[in-house]
């Protein structure tokens, strides 16, 4: 089993605007994990890099600095903060831009 567990959920901002929720969780048992943990993370298969990727999740900053890399190809990435909500990150299309912030209530999957 990978230190750092990664799940991908189709979703939507407030506003309707369609993107794919990358949730991550620390699955060790201290939950802890070391910068050699990242070797072993794979993004899910199937990710429609056409649509926005928001990455959430308890981590250490440089973990999400390596899924914001990863997650490059994608129209847009942004990052969730709970006090703002998705705060884009990088874009590659004209539909929203770099510091643009969407409200939006977290997938109901990640609450079950």
Known sequence: ??????????????????YQHLHFQIATEDGIISPPDIKGIKLPEGIPFNQGIVIEGKGPIWLYSYLVHECHPAAWVGCYDPRLGVVVVATHTHDVSVGEVFPVELPAALSQ
């Open 1 to 18: 089993m990978n230190a750092i567990q990664l799940q991908l959920l189709p979703h939507q901002t407030q506003t309707g605007l369609p």
